[in-house]
Structures are given as structure tokens and as C-alpha cells.
């Protein structure tokens, strides 16, 4: 692990605590494990939130955890003695019961933290660069995902927008998908709908979503043999340097081509005005 | 072709008042009455022309803007949305407006040129991005350096000469076309939740770098490199009640040395505590107009909601506890970082009251037009698009003195702005919000209506109004192409971008590979910006001074 | 009286926010037809949906299955909206004054950021009722909401004033980040009621799981109370107050914020 100036030695200078429903392979990685019962991640981390406030907690709502009173207690005195701590967080925060919460419940923790010391928290993103998609869905459009464009303006809203809640409900008639494989991960009324709808897929493999769909148009990989940017999570742009040729058109060109002909027919859109003092 | 005829000038760059003047354009630039023989015609009798508007400091594209956008959503739903149509891209204005909107709202206004001025070099890559995705403006860009970890080890070995051409070998990685120093030393400290308030003090972890030092030198640097725009300084200490001193003590520093200071406003303050907090902008004005080597932008306040975003990580963390609204936090490893926090500035708020009274005190106490400029510092003390209103406090002591019936009793004897009577022309306008800041950028194809020049103009019908005057041009032109006419726009073309590339000494790379691999977590051929990934990139001069 | 009944099911979600009372009350029966929805992307006239009957008056009456129907009764402030069928999203959000009747289910969002008036859904609601939208920080801020069916997650989401009232049971996180005003759950509720509260009340008329950062504070009968159900009594519903009949569990919390929020668990004798 990297050494630096102020932890000359690496390793060794830092602690790692570890907080899951089970034992994984990461366990071994780690000084401290905390093993939390399923679905109690928000419980945790709103005790979590009280303790760094010295706010009485008793015993017996923290065993409720599966967490032991002592075992926060000496985490809590950790953190706060830390110089620099910094939280991670994947999909196993994210994508159970409480879902956003559970973020928002450990990014807020790490926000308080910094009243004692230096705490900052970050999320383990999922496959492709939704980092990067996020990024530049914000420069754009004000909005990092959940976006509906109906109006002919960028609107947001989480669960009305949001990919899997537009598919669950079947409210579009045509879907696009690109660096992404919904049918592999998607609940079953979200797949019944990408194969009831015209689906277009973007990839450069056979995919559950490409077998499902109308269209698929193979693609070069990202990175492999197509050029671009990929967003680390920390949101720092890398340049891909493709090490391969192919034969295919890159996603950007054939979305450019896509968007071209689409250009080509006539518009929808009525002649209104240029702006909007009040939206919907 | 195009020609402009009839209308009343003001071109400060070549000392024109308000003269009935014919402009002709061809190819995007003045030139002269032969070169124009045909093309459209504006009759802009009885209307006032100004060379576009440029704003010498402004954050509209990059990580912390971007992140700010984040926070926001409430506002961007609450905003006006600019809708698409096929040619244009959708958009939506507010604190933190996309970078589609940020085009259209600034060239609605008038303002042709804007200086994005924070990146860090790590993520300049991004800021280029969304820098091309800004329609209709020129852009440039400022790189961030005062806290960078390398920098500041050679300051620390007493390397001035190999730290120079750091600068350069950075500058030129990031595509960028000045320095920006934010908090020097304060933000490399806040890394491990530490500030750098006292100016010859050294910074922690380091013996012999203080921040007294790193601005002498890398103002001692850019000079030296040539670079166009002097040292853009955000000095240690913002918004802190009795911060002049330090803001004195870094002129002092820099005495002798071509300066920018950034939003003075918010380095202004007299008074121990929030409780005592007043105004010192006599004191700081009265050094200021004594030292021709020094510019500065205002950093005005205005009431009303804003984000506020600075690469300054701990003023934002007290920001944060005093608002009890959201925060957020980026550090960029080894380089700087930035906070963000939802800020609303109210009338009533005595703090408030006196930053939004001494941005304009000293846009008034400074008597030299050329030496200060037009900024809010967008959008930490107020929206961009809000210049207008401004504008208008500056050209009426009437209207200041009925904004001032709204502010808290208490605030006598904590500003000055009640004494000032000074009320701005139009020739001083057009200085501030344009000739000057060129000038200061080393942008002399801007904010100048002579033959030669960009063929950047606004042109406005008089009205009483003065807010409404500015905010709604009848026509802007950029380049000598109609992009605004009448408060629609017209075109979207896409804009320079202004960088520059200094001269180093070809073995920094090997120097600087080693420290970097030792530092970063990102490999070092991706770290300097291609050239390829500059959108209309226009290389501007920078020489070695003899 | 204004009659619109759904002659066709929208293929997606059609945004009908024209359909309001203040919009409606000066449009005559041509100009209704021909106000504006958006169905996607494209702009449709109203009787490409609807039939119309009825002009200029402020009491609007739907039909059909208005379950893709979204935004009906946006920031109306005066008039009746009374939906014979299902509702979509976004019902009366942002409303300040008149009356909604559902005698159906709503979608989410219903009455999101409302100021004032009175919504009464006879079925279900789904998520966020009377909640925040996105990043702000106020949800519902007066008027009243009944829901005789059950709600979704996120009820009274950072609410700071105005009454909730759920017949059935409520999904999760009733009443985040509350910060005023008061929920009434009926049938209680499923995990994280309160959660992150600073003030405001909740009462549930069932035993409730709570979370672990709330304290117990007593048992009482609260004059509130008294005064809380005879308002209710004048709207058709009942809360118990009496000490006779019963007490309530108090709770402080959430002690994570910390705040100054109660949850109230009615315990009968
Ligand atoms: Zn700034």
C-alpha cells in the first residue's frame, strides 16, 4: 500500500475496519470486522450518529445491530482519533431496504465526522463508468441520472425517472441502452418490458439485454479498442488508450449517426419559446 | 460583413467616450471602413455600444461547479429552463446553471469572454469537457498551484529554480492560461483539517514554506515565465472578520510584482469577531490606490440565494457549521480541493449586510476603473447573470441609498457605503466590465473595439433602468455573428479557448516522473491534458521577461 | 361542474397539469378540448383524451383509469378535483387551497410540497406523500391529507406543518426528516418510523417499531390530543384522548440529528 509523508509506513499506519453481514475474503484485509445483521446498515449508522454526539444510547438497541455496544464504542473513539479516515460503500448499502437512505445515513456520518477530524466517504461504483455517465449528466443537464427530457428540458426525479422504475411501470415505448445489461440485472416486470417494447442495445458482446431486444448493434470495446474518458470514482477523467483495432464503430459513432437521422425527420416539437420562467 | 452605424461608443481601450461612431466587421474582427463594403446593416441610432463583457473571475465549469450542480437539484427545478430545439441544447439557469445555460445566459447579458478560475491539474481534463460544452463565450482557465505538494517541497528545499519550471511543465499539462493561488498553504493543511491563517507562518508540516513565501515566489515565477496574467490571488483568511491585516501583509508581500487580487470583498473585513465585523475597505482602497502593480475583481455580495464553491476546504467547513444546511467536500489528491455550501445572503443578516456594502465600496473607493473589476466571484457571492444589478447600484446613489434603508440599524459605523457618492458613467462601466479585465487577462483582441480586435459587441437600447439596460441587450455579437438579438438567441457558435504554453526545461518531465509515481495514484503519461481534447484552442504569447 | 372522462389509455405517462381549477375556471368547453398535455414527448389536446363536459367553473370531475395521469391538480388554490378512478403521480402537489377526492388510489408524490387544502384519497397512495421532492429541504408545509389505504415510503418527508392522516398501513421511514406538523398512522407502520425527525409528531394507534435512537418519556394524554381529534371528529375520523380509555407511549428522538421530534403510541386500558 502506498507510503507517504504523513504514513511513512503505509500499512502498517492505517487501520482498517470492515463492516458487513458476513465474512467475505476482505475480512482478511482488515484489522477490525464488525459483522452487522441484514437490513440493519440505517440502524448502525443512525446509532453511529448519536454516539459521535455522546448521545445515551442503551445496550440492548444496539445488540439489535448485531453489533456490540463496546465494539462502536471503541470505532467511535477510532474515528474520532483518526487524522484522515475515509468510508467506502457498495451496492450492498445501496441496493437493500433504505436503499438511498442507507447512503445518505453514512454520507451524513462522515459529514459530522468532521467536526472531531478529517472524514470523507465515497461510493464503490457498479459496472462501466457511471461515474463518468453521472459527470457528465450534471454538466449537461443539472441532474446526475433519473432524467426525463419530455418537455424539452432536463427534469429529475428519483423513482419516476430512474431507469428500472420507467421499465417496471412500462412508460416508454422504445428503449436505448448503452454500456449496460439490465436484463441481467433488472426485476422481471423491467425485462418483460425491454422485450415487449422495440429495445436497441449498444454492445460490444451477446448480453442478456441484446437477446432481448430488437436491435443490437455490436460496438468497439470502451477502452480496449475505442477511445474516450473513463471517470475514476473520485471523479478524476482518465484517457482510454485503445490497444486494439476494430472492425466496429465505437458507441459514439453510432450514437452520433443515430442522433443524425433522427435530426434528418421532421421535429416534434411545436414552435414555443426560448425559455421558461416557471417549469413542471 | 456587418456594420454597426450611429450609435454612441464606449471604447475604453482606445480612449472613446461615448462618440457617435460606425463599427464595421469582417471575418470577426473591426476593420476599417474599406474592408466592409458589404453585409448587413444595424442602425443603432440613439443606442449604446460596449465591447463585450468579460469576467476576469468566474467558476463555471469543472469539479466543484459540477458538484455543486449536485446539491442543487431544488434549485435547478425552480429556475428558468432554456428549452432545446434542433440546433440547441436544453438548459437550466440558477446558482449553478448547465454548461449550455451558462453560454446563453452570459452572452445574455452581453459578456463574450469568461475566466474559469480554479482547476486543479488532475482534473483539468474534465474542466476542458465541460469548458467546450459552454456555448457562444471564450473561455480560459486558471490552474490551482498554491497548495500542491510537489510545489511546495522544492519551496521547502529552497529549489526556486526547478520549482519554476514545476509551473511551467503543470501550466502547460493543463492546458491552462494562468495561476490561481487559493489559501496558500491553508488548503495543503485542510487535508488533515488544518488552516494557514498567519502569512509568515510556516505551514503545517512543512519548516521553512509559509504562505508569505509561496505567493512571493510564484509571483516571482510568473513573472519571470512571462505569463500574460499576473498571480490570481485568493489570500488566506477569507471571510474572516479582521482579515485586512492579512490581505495587507500579502500586498506588502507582493510590492513591486504585477498582482490580480481575487474577490477583495471577502479579504475586507475589519472588526475581532462576527459580533465586531465591519468594513475596512477605506484602508484596504487607500493602500490599493497607492500601488499601480495590483488589480483586482470586486467579489460583490448580493441578497438572495446562491452555492457557494471555493477550493478554500476549511472556510467551507465553518460555512457548513454555521448554516447547519448541506455541505460537500472534495480533496484532489496531492493538489487542492473544494467545498461546497447552499448560502443565503439576507438584508437583515449584519455579516451579510456588510460583505454586500463593502463589495460595493470598493468597486467605488478604488478610483482607477482600469484596476477594478466587475465579479461576484459566481457563484459564491451572487449569481453571474445578477451583474446587472449591480451595475445599477454603481450608476445610482439614489437607488444604493434605498437599498440600504433594508440593511439593520446597527450596521452604522460598520461601512462607509452611506458616505460614498460617487455614481460610475458609462465609460467607467464599460472599463470595468470589459477593457480592464482584458487587459488584466493580457487579452488585448478583447474587451477593445478597434480595428483589429474581436468583433465582440453589445449593443443596448438607453433605458432609464439601468438593471434592465444591461440584462437585456438589444443585440450581442460574437465574433461579428448576431448571437443575441432582442433577447432570443440567435446563434450558438462555439467559442475559443484561450491557453498558453510557457517554456521549460525539456528534462522536467524526468524530474518530475519519479516524485509523481511516488505520489499520485495515476499513472503520468495520463496526466497532462492533450492537445486534441482542447476544443478551438488558441495559443496566446507567453515570453520570458528580460 | 366540469366532467372530463378518459377515452383512451394514454401508451405512456400523459402530464396533465393544465387540469386544475384556477386553469380550468376560465376556459370554456373549445378551449379546454384544445388546452395542452403532453403525452411523451408530443403535445396533445385534451379531447384527444378526454370527453368534455361543462366550462368556466372551478369543480372538476374525472373518470377513468387517470393512473398515467400525472400532475392533475398542480398548485390549484381554490375549487373541487374529485377523481371517480385511480390517480397518477404528482396529485395536488404544490396545491395551497381547495379540495381533492380520490374515490380510487393516488400514484407518488401526492401532495408533495403542498402549502394548503385538503386531499382525501378512499384507496391507496403510493410513495413520498405530502413529501420533498429531491434536494429540497421542506416537504409538505399545511392543509391535510387523508389517505384511507395505505402509504408508501417516505411519508411526510421533511414536513414542517399539516396533517397526515393514513387509514392503513404505512410502508418505511414515515415521517424523515420531519420538521414539523403532524402524521396520524392509523394501522402503524412498517421500519424506521421517525427516523432522522427534528420535530414534529407522529402518533400511531398500533404498537410501532421504533428506531433505536428514540427514548421513552412517559406516558400521557396530551391536551393536543383533545384538540387534534375534535378537528378530526369535524372531518369523519376519530382519535381516542381519553384517559379512560387509554394513554399514550411518548417518545423522544431522533437523537441522531439530535432532535426534538415525538412519536406517540396510543396504549389502550
Ligand atoms: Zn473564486
Known sequence: MQKSRFLPRGRKDRTMVLVDIRETKSVKAADIFLQVRPGKDFELLTILRAMIKDQPISDAEVAETGVSIEALQDLVARMKAAKFGAMFFGMGLSMTRGKHMNSAALLTLAAEMNAFTKFVAMPMRGHGNVTGADVIMRWQTGYPFGISFNRGYPRYNPGEFSTVDVLVRGDTDCVFVIGADPGATMPQPAIDHLARVPTIVLDPHVTHTSRLAKVHITTAPAGISAPGTAYRMDEIPLPLRPALKSSYPTDEEVTRRIKEAIQAKPDWMVEGPQRLETQV | ?546 | MITLRLIQQPAVPLEAECLTPDRLVELTNDQIRAAVLYHGKRQVRVDEFFQVDGELSDAIELHGDLSRVRHLGRQMSRGTVTIRGDAGMHLGAQMSGGKIEVFGNAGDWLGGEMRGGRVHIHGRAGQQVGAAYRGSLVGMRGGSIFVDGAVGIETGMRMKRGLIVAGGRASDFVGLQMKGGTILLRQGAEIRTGAWMQRGTIISLVDLQLMPTFAYSGTYNPTFANVLAGRLAKLGTELPFDVSEGGYDRYCGDRAVPGKGEVLIWKPT
Open chain 2, 1 to 546: 460583413m456587418l456594420r454597426i452605424t450611429g450609435g454612441s461608443v464606449y471604447d475604453p481601450a482606445n480612449s472613446i467616450n461615448g462618440e457617435v461612431r460606425d463599427l464595421y466587421i469582417a471575418d470577426g474582427k473591426f476593420v476599417d471602413k474599406e474592408s466592409c463594403d458589404s453585409g448587413r446593416v444595424i442602425d443603432a441610432t440613439g443606442m449604446i455600444i460596449f465591447p463585450g463583457g468579460v469576467d476576469v473571475h468566474t467558476h463555471v465549469a469543472g469539479g466543484s461547479i459540477n458538484f455543486a450542480r449536485a446539491m442543487t437539484p431544488e434549485d435547478h427545478r425552480r429556475t428558468q429552463a432554456f428549452i432545446r430545439t434542433k440546433t440547441r441544447r436544453s438548459g437550466l439557469g440558477g446558482m449553478a446553471p448547465t454548461t449550455f445555460a451558462t453560454g446563453y445566459l452570459y452572452a445574455g447579458m452581453g459578456y463574450t469572454t469568461v475566466n474559469e478560475a480554479a482547476v486543479p491539474v488532475l482534473s483539468a481534463r474534465h474542466t476542458h469537457e465541460e469548458l467546450s460544452d459552454i456555448p457562444i463565450v471564450d473561455k480560459s482557465s486558471l490552474v490551482l498551484m498554491a497548495n500542491n505538494e510537489i510545489f511546495l517541497d522544492l519551496l521547502e528545499e529552497g529549489e526556486t529554480e526547478r520549482a519554476k519550471q514545476v509551473i511551467a511543465w503543470y501550466l502547460w499539462a493543463a492546458k491552462a492560461y494562468g495561476i490561481k493561488a487559493v489559501n496558500p498553504g491553508g488548503v495543503a493543511a485542510w487535508k488533515y483539517g488544518d488552516n494557514a491563517s498567519q502569512l509568515t507562518e510556516p505551514v503545517s508540516g512543512y519548516k521553512n514554506v509559509t504562505p508569505g513565501n509561496i505567493v512571493a515566489q510564484l509571483a516571482q515565477i510568473i513573472d519571470e515565465l512571462g505569463i500574460p496574467h499576473p498571480i490570481h490571488l485568493h489570500c488566506n483568511n477569507l471571510g474572516a472578520p479582521g482579515n485586512v491585516s492579512t490581505t495587507l501583509e500579502t500586498m506588502k508581500h507582493l510590492e513591486g510584482r504585477r498582482a490580480h487580487f481575487a474577490h477583495l470583498q471577502y479579504h475586507a473585513y475589519g472588526g475581532d469577531d462576527w459580533g465586531t465585523m465591519r468594513s475596512a475597505s477605506v484602508e484596504l482602497a487607500e493602500y490599493f490606490n497607492a500601488h499601480p502593480n495590483m488589480t483586482t475583481d470586486a467579489g460583490a455580495v448580493l441578497f438572495g440565494d446562491t452555492v457557494t464553491i471555493t477550493a478554500d476546504g476549511p472556510w467551507q467547513h465553518l460555512l457548513y457549521k454555521l448554516t447547519g444546511r448541506k455541505w460537500g467536500n472534495l480533496d484532489v489528491e496531492n493538489e487542492t480541493g473544494c467545498g461546497i455550501v447552499p448560502y443565503t445572503y439576507k438584508p437583515s443578516n449584519l455579516v451579510n449586510a456588510v460583505q454586500w456594502a463593502t463589495g460595493l465600496e470598493l468597486l467605488l473607493l478604488i478610483d482607477d476603473p482600469w484596476r477594478v473589476f466587475m465579479s461576484t466571484d459566481h457563484p459564491n457571492g451572487a449569481c453571474f447573470w445578477r451583474y446587472p444589478e449591480i451595475l445599477q447600484l454603481l450608476m445610482s446613489a439614489d437607488f444604493r441609498k434605498e437599498c440600504m434603508a433594508c440593511l439593520p440599524a446597527n450596521i452604522k459605523n460598520r461601512i462607509t457605503l452611506p458616505e460614498i457618492d460617487r455614481e460610475y458613467t458609462l465609460y467607467e462601466l464599460a472599463t470595468i466590465i470589459s477593457a480592464g479585465p482584458a487587459r488584466a487577462l493580457g487579452l488585448k483582441q478583447k474587451g477593445n473595439l478597434g480595428v483589429g480586435a474581436d468583433a465582440d459587441v453589445v449593443i443596448y437600447n438607453r433605458n432609464v433602468n439601468i438593471a434592465e439596460m444591461f440584462g437585456h441587450p438589444r443585440y450581442v455579437i460574437k465574433s461579428g455573428e448576431i448571437v443575441i438579438e432582442e433577447g432570443d438567441i440567435r446563434e450558438t457558435p462555439d467559442g475559443r479557448e484561450y491557453i498558453i504554453k510557457p517554456s521549460f526545461d525539456p528534462g522536467t518531465d524526468d524530474f518530475l516522473q519519479p516524485l509523481f509515481e511516488d505520489r499520485y495514484c495515476m499513472s503520468f503519461e495520463n496526466y497532462p491534458v492533450e492537445m486534441e481534447r482542447i476544443e478551438n484552442p488558441h495559443l496566446q504569447d507567453c515570453k520570458p521577461q528580460q
